[in-house]
């Protein structure tokens, strides 16, 4: 309750704010994207992990609010970097709760948001997890064609922990698979881990969706992803998610 209500007040006094994951081609050369991660730095209570208040957010009923910030916001900040120069091939990815993609207002809200921020369709991307693709698949079908048709991109995030059916997911037809870091972690040890990781390269790959690892800390991952085929990677070997100023310094290197 304490934070429902610290939270309520946290938009008003300018507490939110947003980092930047860069996320890399699987040869470490280009800099094909940013996930807006999200960030909240309380007076008192100092920064307060979006692990911890996106769920009271969810469950009270203020992810709309939040998520509609973070969408603008995130949209505002990739349109500056595409004038600035940055790759137009560049994507903006942002992470969407059970709550927003099923608001019926979504769709109307992306429409506007581009509009207003002028940024291309396809810089971006929309991220959803298994368990929100797969609450209500028929409908969350629906909005994903609905959202196709604008030209954003559309991910699946966490993928692998969540249960998906696989009929399903040919039908959902986005763009991205977001393998979950569990999965990266012990891959150059665990035989189960680099399985799992090629049944879904090769699913992702017959599909014809592109693939992201997340959570890659080491070489020895990144080569062994590249290895099996994976498209991108994203994890503390290139960055850690990075205030708007580090993310361009860090652009800057990398362009
Ligand atoms: O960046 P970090 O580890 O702190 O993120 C923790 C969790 O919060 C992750 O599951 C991430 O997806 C989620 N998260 C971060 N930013 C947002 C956001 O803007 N919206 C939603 N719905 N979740 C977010
Ligand atoms: O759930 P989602 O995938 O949106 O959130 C990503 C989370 O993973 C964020 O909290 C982010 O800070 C964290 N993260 C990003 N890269 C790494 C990494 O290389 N290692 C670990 N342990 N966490 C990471
Ligand atoms: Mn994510
Ligand atoms: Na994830």
Redesign the pocket.
């Known amino acids: 309750l304490q934070l429902e209500s610290a939270l309520r007040q946290a938009l008003d006094r300018h507490e939110l704010h947003l980092c930047f994951q860069p996320q890399v081609s699987i040869d470490g050369r280009r800099l094909v994207g940013a996930e807006?991660?999200?960030r909240w730095t309380h007076p008192q209570l100092g920064v307060i992990?979006?692990?911890e208040f996106?769920p009271v957010a969810e469950g009270s009923g203020q992810?709309l609010q939040v998520?509609e910030w973070?969408l603008r916001s995130a949209a505002r900040q990739m349109k500056q970097w595409l004038e600035q120069g940055y790759p137009p091939a560049m994507t903006m990815a942002?992470?969407?709760?059970l709550a927003q993609f099923r608001h019926p207002g979504l769709v109307e809200l992306v429409v506007d948001v581009l509009q207003e921020t002028g940024l291309p369709a396809h810089c971006l991307e929309l991220e959803l997890t298994e368990s929100v693709a797969m609450h209500d698949p028929a409908a969350a079908i629906a909005v994903v064609r609905r959202l196709r048709a604008l030209g954003v991109l559309l991910s699946i995030?966490d993928f692998g922990t969540g249960y998906s059916s696989l009929s399903y997911l040919k039908q959902f037809e986005v763009h991205k698979l977001k393998i979950d870091q569990s999965f990266v972690q012990h891959i150059n040890q665990d035989g189960h881990d680099q399985s799992i990781v090629r049944a879904i390269l090769g699913m992702a790959s017959s599909l014809g969706m592109l693939t992201i690892a997340e959570g890659v800390e080491t070489a020895a991952q990144r080569d062994e992803l590249e290895r099996l085929g994976c498209d991108e990677v994203q994890g503390y070997l290139y960055s850690k998610?990075l205030p708007a100023a580090e993310f361009e310094a860090f652009a800057r290197r990398h362009l």
């Open positions: 807006a991660l999200l992990s979006p692990a996106i992810i998520g973070v942002v992470n969407l709760s995030d998610p």
